[in-house]
Each structure stands twice: as structure tokens, then as C-alpha cells.
């Protein structure tokens, strides 16, 4: 069975470039790239993995997907492009020659008003042509526009829509509360939902896996084995949890789990949503 992380950064580091990244995540204020990922792949058994935009960068796209070369097995690329442009159907017929592209995202969270660009015609059009052509469309919201992204995604099922980091749940609130606000999402077959971000999602990056397990036990509940993926959300997990110890988190809230059900959230799901081979 593959193994992969199916969400990951690199990123090479400008203040500028990065403002999220503010003086709490000192440890992410460097450059990230595949020599340093690739230990720790070869350290936990993956044979891959998906790199994920980190800014709204068409440039960045065909930097990443050259950092992406030098790593062996299974990865892939979800990027970035402006889908409100009209040009947007030439950029997806250049990027269709490029196997290693398999996505694309937006960080809506970070719109002054989400739920407004969730909604805006000229994104929804955009959207439909990145499905139309064959690309998982990830979603990066918080756990306020749950709703909002619900609505979105009764719009847009011709494709795979992935949900990031459990749509970031309020931990505070509890995984109970999480569960009823994401089940009219789950409901819809084409939604997958990664299990990563949990750690930075804990007040201060304090967490306890006693207090994020019931957040994994209801993201089976809601979306089951098979449309659930693992993801390490390296390197910006950083500031609250080692790349093993996500890797733990996971492995052992997951354990109760058939051999077959843990493969599909550890690898093959990942593999078959992203269409991923080896190139």
C-alpha cells in the first residue's frame, strides 16, 4: 500500500511573501524545500506526497512543481491560479501538459470576507472550469464558513472538492459541536476531508492528543475511511508538533481501524483522489 502525506508546504522565505507567518511561527521564518521533507518521509515509510501553495502565486506553481521533481514516488502539486481571470482557461490548457499538477486552492479564509468571495459568481464560474478539467479543488476555510463552503460544494460535484485541516474546528468548543457543523458538508460524496492542522488548532499550539482524538473519531463518523486523507501539514506544524508526533497523533487515534481502512486514510485515498503516479 502507498503511504503519503497528502498535505505539505515548501516555500522559500520573504517576509513580504508570507505575512501569516507572523513572530509567533518564528521556526517557519526559513526556507523549506525537499532536502529537508525528505528525511522525514523516508523516516515514517511514505512513498510520497502532495505540496500545497502557500500564497497566491501563479509564478510559485512552477517552482514547486521543480521541487517536486527531486523527490522519488508518488507527489504531487496542488497550486494556485487567479480564478476569477478570464485568461483562466488558457492557464489550465498550458498546465494540462504538467502531470504533477493535481489541484488547485485558494485561501479563502484569508479574504476579508469569505463567505462574499465563496459566493462571488466570477470564483464559481472559475471553479467549474478547474473541475471541467479534471483538478481537485481544495478548500481552506475555518470552522465560521462551514456553512458557506456546504452551499459552495452542492455547486460544484463534478469533481473532487477537498476539505483542509478539518475545516479548522474550534477545539474550545468541543468535537461534538464540530460534528454537527460539519455534517450537512460530509453528506456530499464528493467531499474528502484531510486529517492535518489539528495541532496549530489548539489554543497556543498547546494541544493534547486526548483532546483531538474526538475531533478524528468524528471525522470518521461523518466522512468514513474512505474519504478521508492524512495529512502532515509540515512545515507549518512546526510551532506546536514535530513531524512525528503528527504522524503519532494519527496512527494511533486510527489504530482501531482495519488494516484496509487505515491504508485508504494513509495513502490510497490520496492516490486515487489526486490521480497520482509516479513521474
Not at 485568461?87 to 490548457?93: E, H, P, V, Y
Not at 472559475?126 to 462551514?146: D, F, M, N, S
Amino acid at each position: 500500500m502507498p503511504r503519503i502525506d497528502a498535505h505539505q508546504h515548501f516555500w522559500r522565505y520573504r517576509p513580504q511573501d508570507f505575512p501569516w507567518i507572523n513572530s509567533q511561527m518564528a521556526v517557519l521564518q526559513r526556507d523549506f524545500g525537499p532536502q529537508q521533507l525528505q528525511p522525514l518521509l523516508e523516516q515514517h515509510g511514505c512513498d510520497g506526497a502532495i505540496t500545497v501553495q502557500a500564497r497566491h502565486s501563479e509564478q510559485e506553481n512552477a517552482w514547486l512543481v521543480e521541487q517536486v521533481r527531486t523527490l522519488p514516488g508518488l507527489r504531487g502539486v496542488v497550486g494556485w491560479l487567479d480564478v476569477r481571470a478570464t485568461s483562466l482557461g488558457d492557464k489550465l490548457a498550458q498546465w494540462s501538459h504538467e502531470p504533477l499538477l493535481c489541484g488547485v486552492r485558494h485561501q479563502a479564509q484569508d479574504e476579508p470576507d469569505p463567505a462574499a468571495w465563496l459566493d462571488d459568481s466570477a470564483v464559481n464560474a472559475g471553479v467549474e472550469q478547474v473541475q471541467r478539467a479534471g483538478y481537485v479543488w481544495e478548500l481552506l476555510v475555518t470552522w465560521r464558513h462551514l456553512e458557506d463552503v456546504t452551499r459552495f460544494a452542492r455547486r460544484h460535484d463534478r469533481h473532487w472538492l477537498v476539505l483542509d485541516h478539518c475545516g479548522k474546528p474550534d477545539i474550545t468548543a468541543g468535537a461534538r459541536r464540530w460534528a454537527q457543523q460539519i455534517a450537512p458538508l460530509a453528506a456530499q460524496s464528493h467531499v474528502m476531508c484531510k486529517l492535518s492542522g489539528l495541532v496549530t488548532e489548539a489554543p497556543g499550539g498547546q494541544w493534547k492528543a486526548e483532546e483531538l482524538r474526538p475531533f478524528i473519531d468524528a471525522a470518521l463518523e461523518a466522512f468514513g475511511p474512505q474519504r478521508l486523507l492524512f495529512g502532515s501539514d509540515w512545515p507549518v506544524c512546526l510551532p506546536a508538533a514535530e513531524y512525528g508526533q503528527v504522524v503519532a497523533l494519527s496512527e494511533r487515534a486510527l489504530s482501531k481501524l482495519s488494516p484496509a481502512e487505515q491504508a485508504d486514510i494513509a495513502g490510497n485515498n490520496a492516490a486515487r483522489v489526486y490521480r497520482l503516479t509516479e513521474v
